[in-house]
């Protein structure tokens, strides 16, 4: 079993930068892919970005560049967000996987506005 808790959403201007974290409990951590996922409103839930269990990323077109993915031995994973545009604003979902496991966080909310 995994638990994860998300923080760090909040209300930015266009263009700052906004850091998420995602603490993971339960043992195998380190065999976990580790997803970011975002949905806003009326929208399907997307992938944003994520990190296999040997460091290899991955990113939506859309967030190449501005976002970084990071994952620590202490069992937590981070989405850097720089550059945020208002089509940003969403609900960020952190996700872990391994085969048919399939973990996620309860979400926060990220809101790019001026």
């Known amino acids: 079993q995994v638990q994860l808790v998300e923080s760090g959403g909040g209300l930015v201007q266009p263009g700052e930068s906004l850091r998420l974290s995602c603490a993971a409990s339960?043992?195998?951590?380190?065999?976990?892919?580790m997803g970011w996922y975002r949905q806003a409103p009326g929208k399907k839930r997307e992938l944003v970005a994520s990190v296999n269990n040997v460091g290899s990323t991955t990113y939506t077109d859309s967030v190449k560049g501005r976002f970084t993915i990071s994952r620590d031995n202490a069992k937590n994973v981070y989405l850097q967000m720089n550059s945020l545009k208002p089509e940003d604003t969403a609900t960020y979902y952190c996700?872990?996987?391994?085969?048919?496991?399939?973990?996620w966080g309860q979400g926060t909310l990220v809101t790019v506005s001026e």
């Open positions: 339960g043992t195998q951590f380190s065999l976990y892919t």
């Open positions: 996700n872990a996987r391994y085969f048919t496991l399939d973990y």
